[in-house]
T-cell receptor, first 110, second 113 residues
């Protein structure tokens, strides 16, 4: 069983819609990364957070430490947001490793 | 300037061959990683190096050997390539472990025929 679970696996939206992608993680993970993988394959780090909320443009990431849950929101979605979004958990300490969720394929239609 | 660059971007080779993928980062980061992305797009850590020292080796066959000549480079050598090695390999770096933002290379798509 993966220590990081994402949902949904696939998500199709119309341009302009508000998008939410969820990530649940197991005990021992102290920080969450949200990554974006473009159709061409490159991976970009969107956020790293261990508490609270971060915002960058139309993207918002939140994390609830008690519930071991993080969400990535996209406001006013656009076709260029179409990508795979991946959450990854960091275990902390000297264990320099990210454990990845299986990704959410987002398709935003015009 | 590309922060994390890996070469080549595409690599097609025959079974049994030995190949290398190079990775360089110009961010001054202490920690570098190799990740493998399988056909189902699932990413998994292979190796992690901190200041040229191996930190993580995640049940990867001995045919895979990372080499870090200095803090800015982490190369991946693969001996006796097998069909199952076909995947996209990503190099990444971060500062002081994974509790900081990670920067990824563009990936190397390895196809073993």
């Amino acid at each position: 069983k993966n220590e990081v679970e994402q949902s949904p696996q696939n998500l199709t939206a119309q341009e302009g819609e508000f998008i939410t992608i969820n990530c649940s993680y197991s005990v021992g993970i102290s920080a969450l990364h949200w990554l974006q993988q473009h159709p061409g394959g490159g991976i970009v780090s969107l956020f790293m957070l261990s508490s609270g909320k971060k915002k960058h443009g139309r993207l918002i990431a939140t994390i609830n430490i008690q519930e071991k849950h993080s969400s990535l929101h996209i406001t006013a979605s656009h076709p260029r947001d179409s990508a795979v979004y991946i959450c990854a958990g960091y275990s902390g300490g000297s264990n320099y490793k990210l454990t990845f969720g299986k990704g959410t394929l987002l398709t935003v239609n015009p | 300037d590309t922060a994390v660059s890996q070469t080549p971007k595409y690599l097609v080779t025959q079974m049994g061959n030995d190949k290398s993928i190079k990775c360089e980062q110009n961010l001054g980061h202490d920690t570098m990683y190799w990740y493998k992305q399988d056909s189902k797009k699932f990413l998994k850590i292979m190796f992690s190096y901190n200041n040229k020292e191996l930190i993580i080796n995640e049940t990867v066959p001995n045919r895979f050997s990372p080499k870090s000549p200095d803090k800015a480079h982490l190369n991946l050598h693969i001996n006796s390539l097998e069909l199952g090695d076909s995947a996209v390999y990503f190099c990444a770096s971060s500062d002081r472990g994974s509790n900081t933002e990670a920067f990824f290379g563009q990936g190397t798509r390895l196809t073993v025929v």
